[in-house]
């Protein structure tokens, strides 16, 4: 079964700051997903991966499949994108019906 | 927006009552998941469902149960509750392999 780490599992910044969040998992996957939850406590999908990059406004997250690591990047770090990102992968690797999610990184981003 | 609402939103029991949440969503979407989040642990998979009817165990199913009856309805009962099932419950749906989440039950057992 997979295994998935998060780190840092915090992260504070200034306002305007290049935010990196990393993922490691130890299963070869079809996909890596990362979620979003909002202090409110709502969790929102942001990207699901399979190779490559993808952006998404500020966002930009990308995996290396061989590596077993993804990234999130966060450009021009804004207030609002404070929030806990969580990082999700197939409890399997021929299975993608179940997930196992990391622990998640709390980004706190102060003006 | 997938659609999705739980019931209730909060709630405190006792323990040793039966206890019971809904997942209602709108879409038809064939795969329910009801997930428990606590501190220092990742969102960790109660039971799913794949159909109605249908229906499988996930990593933390002791203590639980599930029923779908129904595409739309996705329920989750805790036979007897204990305070260890004091938590934040949310319930997903998934489309096209990504997971969308309905916005959390907060359960308290007193």
């Known amino acids: 079964k997979n295994e998935v780490e998060q780190s840092p599992q915090n992260l504070t910044a200034q306002e305007g700051e290049f935010i990196t969040i990393n993922c490691s998992y130890s299963v070869g996957i079809s996909a890596l997903h990362w979620l979003q939850q909002h202090p409110g406590g709502g969790i929102v999908s942001l990207f699901m991966?399979?190779?490559g990059k993808k952006k998404h406004g500020r966002l930009i997250a990308t995996i290396n499949i061989q590596e077993k690591h993804s990234s999130l990047h966060i450009t021009a770090s804004h207030p609002r994108d404070s929030a806990v990102y969580i990082c999700a992968v197939p409890e399997e690797s021929y299975n993608t019906d179940k997930l196992i999610f990391g622990t998640g990184t709390r980004l706190q981003v102060f003006p | 927006d997938a659609g999705i609402t739980q019931s209730p939103r909060h709630k405190v029991t006792e323990t040793g009552t039966p206890v019971t949440l809904r997942c209602h969503q709108t879409?038809?979407?064939?795969?329910m998941y009801w997930y428990r989040q606590d501190p220092g642990h990742g969102l960790r998979l109660i039971h799913y469902?794949?159909?109605?009817?249908?229906?499988d165990k996930g990593e933390v199913s002791d203590g639980y149960s599930v029923s779908r009856s129904k595409t739309e309805d996705f329920l989750l009962t805790l036979e007897s509750a204990t305070s260890s099932q004091t938590s934040v419950y949310f319930c997903?749906?998934?489309?096209?392999?990504?997971?969308?989440f309905g916005p959390g039950t907060r359960l308290t057992v007193t």
């Open positions: 469902s794949y159909g109605v009817k249908d229906t």
């Open positions: 997903a749906i998934s489309e096209r392999g990504e997971q969308y």
């Open positions: 991966l399979s190779s």
């Open positions: 879409e038809n979407h064939r795969y």
